[in-house]
């Protein structure tokens, strides 16, 4: 019976030290967690797509996301997109919310990162198929380049789009 009551003191006092640390230890994300990224700071600004099109990347929501405001030069607009980015430390990965003129389907998308060096990949699995979407800083120009590919009918990626962003003056 000694035992027994031994036995369960322990796994109480266990179970309490166990609860105890849960509430100690912080949530990993949330109020506390600011969005920190070194590489991402590089977008912040103004600057000018390949194309004619121009963006501004802003950190926003009390420095938890990068916003990344694209809008073509056409009246009105052709192209319009908001990109949010953040990053999921609970996951370690990065997370891209893409809104756009495409709507509310292809809008509720998550687009999932990973970081290798100076570069990010995000891949969207989309309703009509996956999609990936790479920046890319080239530090020695001082310019971003996005890489877009889709897959086609026969299963293989295939360039949607590659543009490079410039430094813009003004907007």
């Known amino acids: 019976m000694k035992n027994k009551l031994l036995g369960l003191a322990i796994l109480v006092l266990g179970m309490q030290t166990f609860s105890a640390a849960q509430e100690q230890t912080p949530p990993s994300d949330g109020r506390q967690h600011t969005f920190q990224d070194a590489l991402l700071d590089q977008i912040t600004g103004r600057w000018k797509l390949s194309g004619g099109t121009f963006c501004r990347g802003a950190v926003v929501l009390n420095h938890r996301f990068l916003q990344v405001h694209e809008k073509d030069v056409a009246t009105p607009p ?4 908001n990109i949010m980015i953040g990053y999921d430390n609970l996951s370690e990965r990065y997370v ?6 495409f709507g509310g ?6 687009g ?3 970081r290798s060096g100076d570069q990010i990949e995000f891949i969207f699995e989309y309703p009509d198929g996956p999609f990936r979407t790479l920046f890319r800083w080239m530090a020695d120009k001082k310019q971003w380049q996005w890489q877009m590919r889709t897959k086609n009918n026969s299963g293989k990626w295939v360039e ?3 543009l490079t962003l410039t430094a813009a003056s003004s907007q």
């Open 96 to 101: 891209a919310h893409w809104l756009d003129v």
């Open 112 to 114: 999932y990162g990973t």
């Open 78 to 81: 052709a192209y319009e997109a």
């Open 160 to 162: 949607f789009s590659n």
């Open 105 to 110: 389907r292809f809008s509720e998308t998550l």
